[in-house]
C-alpha cells in the first residue's frame, strides 16, 4: 500500500515534470514499449503534462495485441471442442478472431473459463481429469515463467489432459526488429519493469549500444513512468545512450535466476509472428519436444490457417509507433471497443483502447486546456 | 408462495415471430453473452435494440431508472408508487459481508429508495436447483428475514421453482419491491443541474472485490468485505434535510460509479467533472483492482449510493448523511457542468483530465 501512496505523490510529480521541462531543448520520440505504461500515461494525463517536444509513441508491448490472428483461430477452434476446456486469462476473451471471439465460443457452449493464474488451469486438469484441459499461455517473459511451472507441475504430476497453446513472445527482438526496420522515428525507449524483472537489464545494452538509444528500465505507477521520461530526456540532451535502471525495487541486472532456469528448461526460442508486424526471426518461445505431450499446438491439429486481417485495421503501424490510434482513419468511427478491427482495440492494453477510453474527444492539448 | 404458470394462450396468439430477427445490431454476438449482463454498453444496447423494439407499446417511454414511479390516479387518493424488480445471480451465494439474500433484498429495496420511495413489500421468487441443500436455502432465507426485518419492509409473496441439477448455479433469487414515494418528493435524473454537487456515500468497489476475492479464491490478505446494505435510512435522512435541493440519487451497482455517472449525464443532459482525488477507494480495493488490471470506480457496489443536490443544500445532506452509519464518510466528488454534456471527466491526481468510459460489460483481469 506504501508503494501505491508514494508513486502516485502529486507533489513528487510536480518535480519531476518540472526537471523534465527543464531538460528539454529540442524535440525527442520516446517509446514506451509496454501496454502497461501506455495506460498509465494516458489514465493519469501524463502526455498532458510534457513539454510539447516530447512526443510519446506506443510500443508493442501489449501481449494480447500482438498475439497472432491464426493463434487466435487455433484458440476457438480448440476451445469449441466438446472435450476441451479451455482456460484463459480474461482479456482473450474478447480478442477478435477470424469469426467470433471467446466469447462467442462459450455462449455457443464452449467450456471457456477465466482463470487468474495458469497454475489454476493445472488444478482443473487434475480435478477434472476427463476432460481436456487447454491453457492458452499468452505473454511476454513476465507471463511465461508461471506457464513453464504449469507444464512442469503437469508434467511431474502425470496430468496427461493438461496442455498449453503457447504464444509467448520476447521484447529485446522487437526492439531490434523495431530499430532494425530504418522506419523508426524512436529516440530513445522506456522498457517494461516487469520483463527486467524476470530476464534481468543485461541483454539490453547491446542493443543501446547498436543503435544509439537510450533504454530506461520504468516500472507502472504515475511517479515510475514520469522519473523514466525524465531520465530518458536527460540521456538524449547529453548524447548519451545507456541502458539505465529506473525500478530498482524490482529489477536487477541478472533478473530472476529461477525464473529463467524453469523457463529454459521448458521452452526453446523460435521465430513467431506478431499481429500486425509480421515474423520477427529468435522473438518467440515454444514448448521443448520432452515436453511435447503438453504442447496444445501438437495435441490439436487444427490444420493449417490462412487469416486475413481487416484492411482498415492499422494497428500494425500504431504497434511500431509509426502512428497514433486517433490518426488511423477507423478510429473510434468503425473501429471502437465494441467493434474492434484489431487487438489494439480490444485488449484492456493496447494503445488504441487506452486512446478510446481516455482521450477520444479531444487532444492532449485540449484536454488540458479544459 | 403462490403459483406464477402462465396461462392460456391469449398473449401467444398475438406474437408474430415469423420473420421475426433480432434487431441488436451486434457484428460478434448473435447469442447472449456474459457482458449482456454487465450493466455497461452491452447490458443498455439489449434494452435499446431489443426489449423496447419487441415490447412495443407496452413499454413505457420513460428514461431508464431503477424503479418506475407510477402514478395512481383519483381512485387511490392521487399517490405515487415506486415498482421494480431485480435478479440476482451471484457466485458464490455466500462471501464476505454477505449473501445472495441480503444482497436481493437490500438491492431491490434501495432501488426503491432511489427514487425517494418509502419501500413498503418486497416479493421473493427462487429458482432452486435439484441438489441444493436446504441447509444452504434456509441460511439465505433467514439472512432475508432478517435483511428485511431492517431495512422495514415485509416479504409478502413468491414463487418457488426447482430445475434440473446442472441446470442452475444452485440458487437464483428475483425480488420485486413496491413502495410509496412522499409528496413533494422528485428524484429523477431530469432534474440535475449545472452546477449541483455530485456526492458518493461511501467508499467504493468493496462489494466488487470482495465477492472476487472468494470467487476466484484469490488470496489478497484482506479482511474487505461487502458493503451490501439498505440505503432507505440515509436516503430518508437526505430526503428530510435537502428536501427540493435533492436532485437525484442512483444506487453503484454493476459498473460501479463509472456506469451510474455515463449514465446519469447522458440522460440528463450534463456535463460531469470529478476530482479522482476526492473518491474514496480503500486501499484493499486500490491494491486488489491495481493487481487485476481493473479501475475500482468500474467495480460493483451494494450499498453505495451517488447524489445529485443543488449547492445550497450541500452542507445541509452533508451533515444529514454523516449522523447516519452508511453515510458517515459520505464526501463531495465532483460538480455538474453545463459544457460538454454527456461526458465525464475526470480531473487525475496528477493535474491532468480523463474521460471516464462506461464499461462494455464484463470487467476482465488483465493478463499482466
Redesign the interface.
Known sequence: ?KY?DEF?D?DR??RL?AEIHAATTRPWSVMEVCG?QTHAI????????LPAEIELVHGPGC??CVTPLEMIDRALLIAARPEVTFCS??????V?GSA??L??V???GGDVR?V?SPL?AVAIAEAEPDREVVFFG???E??APANAMAVVQAHDRGLANFSVLASHVLVPPAIEALMASGTSRVDGFLAAG?VCTVMGTHQYAPLAARYRVPIVVTGFE?LDVLDGIRRCVVQLEAGRAEVENAYPRAVTAEGNQPAQEVLASVFEVCDRPWRGIGTIPASGWRLRAEYADHDAERRFDVGAFVVEEPAACRAGEVLQGLIKPDECEAFGATCT???PLGATMVS??GACAAY???????SPAA??G? | MGESEAGGSGADERLDLEGWTCPLP????D?????HGGGG??SGELIEHLFLPAFGEAAAAATPTDSAVLELGAVAGGGRLAFTTDSYVVQPLFFPGGDIGDLAVNGTVNDLAMSGAVPIALSTAFVLEEGLELDVLGRVATSMGRAATAAGVQLVTGDTKVVERGHGDGLYVTTAGVGLVPAGVDLRPERIRPGDAVIVSGPIGRHGVAVLSVR???EFGTQLVSDTAPLNGVVAEMVRAAGPHLHALRDLTRGGLAASLTELAATAGVGISLTE?AIPVP?EV??AC?F??L?PIHVANEGTLVAFVAPEGVDDVLAAMAATDIGRHAVVVGQVRD??PG?VLAR????????I?RP?G???????
Open positions: 500500500m501505491l502516485g502529486p510529480a510536480r515534470v502497461g494516458l489514465r493519469h494525463g501524463i502526455d498532458q503534462l501481449p494480447v486469462f480474461g482479456d482473450m476473451l474478447r477478435p467470433g471471439d466469447f462467442t462459450k455462449a455457443a477465466v487468474y489454476d499468452v505473454g511476454f513476465t507471463t516487469h504515475p471497443p465494441r467493434t484492456s492494453e478510446f477510453r481516455y482521450r477520444r474527444s479531444g484536454l488540458r479544459g | 451486434l457484428r460478434d454476438h447469442r447472449i453473452v456474459l457482458g454498453v452491452l476466484e479464491g484469490l482525488s486501499e486500490r491494491a491495481g487485476l488490471g479501475d459544457e460538454r461526458v487525475t491526481t496528477l493535474g491532468a483530465t480523463r474521460i468510459d462494455l464484463e470487467q476482465l483481469p488483465r493478463i499482466c
